[in-house]
């Protein structure tokens, strides 16, 4: 009688031990930006995975190369299961930094809307992540609007536009 709570206890434990929790997302990015030495300055992170829309992904990385000031300050973190086919889809884009994570090298991580490519904010002089932003299908102009408001994190200037009176 008194083995049967004993043999329950140890089937619980052995089980919980064996079942993988969910990690959260930020507790993720943290380790990656502190195993690539980024957490000294702020970065826009850009992640995009092998399953994802092929064509919002290439959206994506058409906004970030009309953007060059936001560019160099983002982190491209893509999870594929080639590093060669990973690399070869972000080759075109000048960006701080391109991280590769394999794709079953990623843990057991809920993403909101993992088929799809979003944004994260790390703020360097808090060492927080912002909450993700999901880019919306077929609008560049809010995303651009996206870039417009995290220009500040960077101390990035909008270029002064010359005014018809003052160009000659």
């Known amino acids: ?74 982190v491209i973190v893509g999870s594929f299961s080639n590093k060669r086919h990973f690399l070869a889809s972000v080759a075109s884009v000048q960006v701080k930094r391109k991280i590769f994570v394999p794709e079953d090298g990623m843990p057991n991580i809920k993403f909101s809307a993992a088929l799809q490519p979003h944004y994260m904010l790390y703020v360097a002089s808090s060492r927080t992540f912002e909450p993700p932003y999901y880019p919306v299908d077929c609008s560049t102009e809010r995303t651009r609007d996206y870039y417009r408001s995290v220009r500040s994190v960077f101390s990035v200037r909008e270029r002064p536009s010359l005014s018809s009176d003052t160009a000659r």
């Open 1 to 74: 009688m008194k083995r049967i709570p004993i043999i329950a206890f140890l089937v619980l434990a052995f089980w919980s031990c064996g079942t993988s929790r969910p990690v959260p997302e930020e507790t993720f990015w943290k380790q990656v930006f502190e195993r690539e030495n980024l957490t000294d300055s702020s970065a826009l992170i850009l992640y995009i995975g092998e399953g994802m829309c092929a064509e919002c992904i290439n959206k994506e990385l058409i906004n970030l190369c009309e953007c060059p000031e936001i560019a160099r300050n983002t």
